[in-house]
């Protein structure tokens, strides 16, 4: 069974950074496979924001382009996201998923991006 543990959300103001991790147990991801970060705010649908493959190819959001960065650390089957120049509207929970059909995913953790 995978397992995937998000951590690092918390509130900054705007203009400032965080890095969220996901670790992933259970099983290696093949350099197929992808991960990648989903974002759900208040009243609205999940949406993607990026994702990684284990070859390294990785995909945005237009919205976060040029402002997060997605990694991994295939060491430690983790996944980091780095959100820079954080807006309000940035302000979600944040979900991890794994999977070539995202068929796994963590439980979430909140940003909240203060104007």
């Known amino acids: 069974q995978v397992q995937l543990v998000e951590s690092g959300g918390g509130l900054v103001q705007a203009g400032g950074s965080l890095r969220l991790s996901c670790a992933a147990s259970g099983r290696t991801f093949s350099s197929s496979s992808r991960m990648g970060w989903f974002r759900q705010a208040p009243g609205k649908e999940r949406e993607f924001v990026a994702s990684i493959r284990w070859s390294d190819t990785t995909a945005y959001a237009d919205s976060v382009k040029g402002r997060f960065t997605i990694s991994r650390d295939s060491a430690k089957n983790t996944v980091y996201l780095q959100m820079n120049s954080l807006k309000p509207e940035d302000t979600a929970v944040y979900y991890c998923?794994?999977?070539?059909?995202?068929?796994?995913w963590g439980q979430g953790t909140q940003v909240t991006v203060s104007s």
């Open positions: 998923a794994g999977g070539n059909t995202w068929g796994y």
